[in-house]
């Protein structure tokens, strides 16, 4: 991931996930997105996700409840991005973002 984030062949490179060890990487990014959405729908898309997907079982859903209502594991400096608007309203923001970060230098 370290190389992949240094290779400059590229003008950008996004990551998408989330990593409980975060602290330990997240120097390598320019800017980090947190994608945020409030608790109902949090649930819905919890509720559509397939059985044998990841966050499907009470107990991954117990775990993902609590998590977003503390907040841990989420990174303290990252651009917060409301997450509940549709996927290309939210992609174009942190393009935007990611953009503009760039061009700041």
Same mark, same amino acid.
């Given at each position: 991931?370290?190389?992949?984030?240094a290779d400059?062949?590229? +003008?950008?490179?996004? *990551?998408c996930?989330?990593?409980?060890?975060?602290?330990?990487f997240l120097d390598v990014f320019d800017e980090v *997105?947190?994608?945020d959405i409030d608790t109902d729908t949090l649930h819905r898309r919890l509720d559509q996700r397939p059985p044998d997907?990841?966050?499907?079982? +009470?107990?991954?859903r117990d775990l993902i409840s609590r998590l977003?209502?503390?907040?841990?594991?989420? +990174?303290?400096?990252?651009v917060v991005i409301d997450a509940t608007r549709p996927l290309?309203?939210?992609v174009d923001e942190i393009v935007r973002?990611?953009?503009?970060?760039?061009?700041a230098g």
């Open positions: 991931m370290r190389a992949i984030a400059a062949h590229e +003008p950008a490179t996004f *990551f996930g989330g990593s409980r060890n975060f602290t330990e *997105f947190v994608l997907e990841w966050g499907a079982q +009470p107990s991954e977003h209502e503390t907040k841990d594991d989420i +990174p303290a400096a990252g290309i309203d939210v973002l990611a953009g503009d970060a760039h061009a």
